[in-house]
């Protein structure tokens, strides 16, 4: 038996793994194992991944070498998760992380300074994934791709972060349109998604305020659920409850604590995320900050 100690753990992970005895390997991949108990997945990362809610931190740097597949067996015993009989990962041990959803006063120099750092860090970086719709989102430029993906996804996006501006509120046809859209566990259009529901409840949560459509917006996404993958479904939930990985949750924190260094720093961890997982998150936090202060002007309004 091989022994493996978790480092550290999401507090929903570690309520999943506490209620449960035995489950299977849903997939595995050279720096997560995805674990299945019923209707919840619980990741188990390596050591210098980036922690969310619903995973652990084990101390491994691959799992290409454990001979672990897809469908194995799983069990859990006094805090210890078995895999096929002969891995053993302990996390009675693991230092416990639940997530921020928001800061506790709203400092509106500082939050304009850490607002203009993200804009500024964003025009002057490469930009792949969704995040290359930027400009035509932001700044006006006229939308000019031959990608049919980027088209349909454009055209998504910009129906409802409109909506959602106008303080309207969004439907399932708006949700519908990006929820499993993209390839992979985690597809562009849920990955945006959890990137504008996290960044609209810290604006929610810091301001205390009713953020117009954002309960309408939870709830369409809630409803179109089902046609995303289940870990994609698990992290959408919890970016409507404020909760993303640790990236984005330093990332929001420099945002509004006014800190340019710690905006771009952490910026950058967030786009290392994934293929492109982390560039389509990237564009609706932006964009979630944009419409929060756009719909909150009395909270934003900074006297000159």
């Known amino acids: 038996m091989r022994y493996i100690k978790a480092l550290e753990i999401g507090c929903c992970a570690l309520e999943t ?16 194992l995805n674990l299945r108990f019923q209707d919840k997945l619980v990741g188990v990362l390596t050591s210098r991944s980036i922690l969310n809610p619903i995973s652990l931190i084990a101390n491994i740097d691959t799992f290409k070498t454990i001979g672990i597949a897809a ?19 302990d996390f009675s041990q693991a230092i416990i992380w639940k997530p921020k959803t928001g800061v506790t006063e709203l400092d509106l120099k ?57 303080g309207e509120k969004p439907d399932e046809r708006d949700t519908g ?34 953020c117009p459509g954002l309960s309408s917006l939870k709830k369409s996404v809630d409803r179109c659920s089902s046609r995303t ?36 720093r952490s ?6 995320l994934g293929e492109t997982s982390g560039s389509d998150l990237m564009l609706g936090l932006v964009l979630g900050l944009k419409a929060g202060k756009k719909i909150l002007p009395s909270h934003f309004r900074q006297n000159s």
């Open 267 to 272: 910026a950058r961890r967030v786009l290392e």
């Open 71 to 89: 469908g194995s067996d799983v069990k859990i015993r006094n805090k210890k998760i078995t895999l096929s009989g002969h891995i053993a990962i």
């Open 229 to 264: 993958t289940l870990l994609s479904s698990q992290l959408l939930k919890q970016s409507f409850q404020g909760q993303a990985n640790k990236a984005v949750e330093e990332l929001l924190e420099s945002v509004f604590a006014g800190d340019p260094p710690s905006v771009e």
């Open 110 to 166: 500082k939050f304009h300074i850490g607002y203009r750092a993200l804009q500024d860090f964003i025009k002057n970086t490469k930009k792949s994934g969704l995040l290359s719709l930027y400009p035509s989102l932001v700044e006006g430029e006229k939308l000019n791709t031959s990608d049919p993906f980027l088209a349909r996804a454009f055209e998504a996006i910009l129906r409802l972060v409109q909506k959602i501006e106008n």
């Open 17 to 32: 793994l506490c209620s449960q005895t035995r489950g299977t390997v849903h997939s595995t991949f050279e720096h997560a």
């Open 177 to 210: 349109n990006l929820i499993g859209l993209g390839p992979g566990l985690t597809p562009s259009g849920d990955d945006f998604l959890c990137g504008l529901g996290c960044s609209l409840v810290w604006i929610a949560n810091t301001t205390r305020a009713s």
